[in-house]
């Protein structure tokens, strides 16, 4: 089986900054796209940024130049640094990650169980 598990959310002044990690665990061969949602009370999920196995990254445009995907594959991790928090930034994260188990299985998508970022103004 595959895990995701997902740290760092919290309650954050607006200004603030977080990071937010995601491990993979288990039966893992080769992981490709990583990336991170989120969702809002009421609305639906959406990308917030992603991250391909060769370093590409891609952000949604409202957190452009404020938060960073990296990702270090030695760990199976993923992470998602944020600055310059806004209140609009409240949410739950989830990560994401394209897994393949066995060296001739298929990719499969896996889902953390989601961390709550909560910025105050």
């Known amino acids: 089986q595959v895990q995701l598990v997902e740290s760092g959310g919290g309650l954050v002044q607006a200004g603030g900054s977080l990071r937010l990690s995601c491990a993979a665990s288990?039966?893992?061969?080769?992981?490709?796209?990583m990336g991170w949602y989120r969702q809002a009370p009421g609305k639906q999920r959406e990308l917030v940024a992603h991250i391909t196995s060769s370093g590409n990254t891609g952000y949604l445009d409202s957190v452009k130049g404020r938060f960073t995907i990296s990702r270090d594959d030695a760990k199976n991790t993923v992470y998602l640094q944020m600055n310059s928090l806004k209140p609009e930034d409240t949410a739950v994260y989830y990560c994401?990650?394209?897994?393949?188990?066995?060296?001739?299985?298929?990719?499969?998508?896996?889902w953390g169980q989601g961390t709550q970022v909560t910025v105050s103004s």
């Open positions: 994401n990650a394209d897994i393949r188990r066995t060296y001739y299985g298929r990719f499969q998508d896996y």
């Open positions: 288990g039966s893992i061969n080769r992981i490709n796209a």
